[in-house]
């Protein structure tokens, strides 16, 4: 399935509506609600089975995936802002709360995610810092070093303010 180009064209989503979805471990989409079908723009048959980075906007720095991938297989939540791409290339925010889903043996099977409409007074501080970090891992030839220097610079500011990215997340 190609990617969309972006539009640069917001859609939302109704305070009260909850984006959820499911994946397996490698992040392949195993369940989508009827609110992530229909922002997205794409079918339930095109969700299932297909990684969840089919709908990454390219302007969400690497780094924060790897900050929530690490977390999450660490078999911690995490809540994060994103920005997602729909399949006409549109986009929406989120803040995302994703969860490890544990089976009866206590490994984890898979990952659940539940997104709600931001705050746009948290977009206003999140969108700048986003920017900065893309800007950090393409000042980079290789994207893993610029992803590295990014996180870096990430762990930095949250070091300065004394917070862990989930505190920070919710101080916006």
Known sequence: MEHPIPTGQERTFADHEIIVSKT????????????FIEISGYTEEELLGQPHNLIRHPDMPRCVFKLLW???QAGEEIFAYVVNLCMNGDHYWVLAHVTPTWNLSGQISGYH??????????LEKVIPLYR???RIEGAS??????????????LSQLDAVGMEYDEYVFAL
Do not use: C, F, H
């Open 24 to 35: 397996d471990l490698k992040g392949r989409i195993t369940y989508a609600n009827q609110t």
């Open 70 to 72: 690490d977390t999450i």
């Open 113 to 122: 995610s539940s997104r709600r409409v931001p705050e746009r007074k948290a």
């Open 132 to 134: 900065s970090l893309k």
């Open 141 to 154: 030839s290789d994207w893993r070093t610029g992803m590295q220097n990014a996180t870096v610079e990430l």
